[in-house]
């Protein structure tokens, strides 16, 4: 079975919710498919591969809080390379650097431990959805300002009418669109 047919069925095995956060959101969710094993089998095979073709010398991949860790510790498994988190402030113990960023109702913070990601380093970020681009953005600030060097950005589901990938000064591959 060839890539786009692995990303159609793990497409129809994605839950969508309407109104959900709020009236007139669609959204789109990533869990109803981890639910069925096929998808889990086809998203990680596909999601390496995808990772391996467009970044072959990441060095660490950073996943953000919270279902991108379920992504980043998956990939970095297969690649045997390690792995890192970004989460939300006050998650994360020791030293740390953070990065304010702005949501569409408010102010959030990003951190991460000052150590996981050592200077120069090539790092590759991996989330579950691309919306509007503020999450994703901060954390490849967050990424820059520990040192690393941001050579891609993997997003399982894009939704393309937000237009969140015109913010980001990256390349960024995602898997399945909206």
């Not at 981890?34 to 089998?41: E, M, Q, S, V």
């Amino acid at each position: 079975m060839g890539n786009d047919d692995k990303l159609e069925y793990i497409k129809s095995k994605i839950g969508t919710f309407p109104d959900f956060p709020k009236k007139g959101i669609v959204f789109r969710d990533i869990f109803s498919a981890l639910r069925d094993p096929t998808a889990c089998k086809y998203l990680k095979e596909v999601l390496v591969q995808l990772v391996k073709e467009k970044c072959p010398n990441a060095e660490i991949i950073v996943g953000l809080e919270s279902r991108g860790f379920l992504f980043n510790f998956m990939v970095a498994t297969e690649l045997g390379i390690g792995c890192a988190p970004v989460r939300k402030k006050g998650k994360l113990p020791g030293d740390l650097i953070s990065v304010e960023y702005v949501l569409e109702y408010g102010k959030d913070i990003f951190e991460m431990q000052a150590n996981a990601i050592k200077p120069g380093q090539k790092v590759i970020i991996v989330d579950d959805l691309l919306a509007t681009g503020g999450s994703l953005k901060a954390a490849i600030e967050l990424v820059r300002k520990a040192g690393g060097n941001v050579i891609g950005s993997f997003v399982v589901l894009e939704l393309e009418d937000l237009h969140g990938r015109d913010k980001l000064d990256c390349d960024v591959y995602s898997l399945i669109k909206y």
